[in-house]
């Protein structure tokens, strides 16, 4: 699974809060991505990067930034976290082929 | 803008019933379509994947899918299901060129009884 790992995994924070999620891929992809999953909604991508430093917004990025400063690690933050932010967090990664491979998520509750 | 629909939200089946599930995209250029499975409680994991060529391709599991260009259509097939497929399935597409985002579509759950 392209050696993802997310962390934490799970996590219960107050409304108001800044929270970090970390993502980090052994494999030196270019791709990744940041995906929140809702039911009903599917997948929905928040950011993804093209490269260190190069970021950009997907559908729902309001309320969310990013960070990638080496080639192995995609950093979430919600800068104050609300409840509409309780969901699953999904990295994910781009394979030279192009499908993705997805790290194992992050359970967030806004309380 | 790319856009993927699955026709089925829920769908029930008994063991060794057949399974196809819908899938249809919209967008102007050349794709790659994806099958992705998200068995409960787990990620998503990649089941089949077109890219050119023979448009029926084969997946892990028995899992088959057909490519139908003019119906814009990328349905999955299994011929007999197991409670073992009991999972949320779900189709996405992305162009071959770009920053290779994907667009999935809401999913399908399926349910199989033993």
């Known amino acids: 699974d392209a050696g993802i790992t997310q962390s934490p995994r799970h996590k219960v924070t107050e409304t108001g809060t800044p929270v970090t999620l970390r993502c980090h891929q052994t494999?030196?992809?270019?791709?990744m991505y940041w995906y929140r999953q809702d039911p009903g909604h599917g997948l929905r991508l928040i950011h993804y990067s093209y490269g260190v430093k190069d970021t950009d917004k997907g559908e729902v990025s309001d309320g969310y930034s990013v960070s990638r400063s080496k080639t192995e690690d995609f950093l979430l933050t919600l800068e104050s976290a609300t409840s509409s932010q309780t969901s699953v967090y999904f990295c994910?990664?781009?394979?030279?082929?192009?499908?993705?491979?997805f790290g194992p998520g992050t359970r967030l509750t806004v309380t | 803008a790319q856009s993927v629909s699955q026709h089925n939200h829920h769908v029930i089946l008994s063991e060794a019933a057949s399974l196809e599930l819908g899938c249809n995209y919209s967008y102007g250029g050349t794709v790659n379509l994806f099958w992705y499975v998200q068995y409960p409680g787990q990620h998503l994991q990649l089941l089949l994947k077109y890219f050119s060529g023979d448009p029926l391709v084969k997946g892990i599991k028995g899992f088959e899918a057909e490519f139908i260009k003019s119906k814009f259509s990328f349905n999955l097939r299994k011929p007999s299901v197991q409670w073992s497929d009991t999972a949320e399935y779900f189709c996405a597409v992305n162009s071959p060129s770009g920053a290779g985002k994907s667009t999935f579509g809401d999913g399908t759950t399926l349910t199989v009884k033993p």
């Open positions: 494999e030196n992809h270019r791709y």
């Open positions: 994910a990664v781009r394979a030279p082929e192009g499908e993705q491979y």
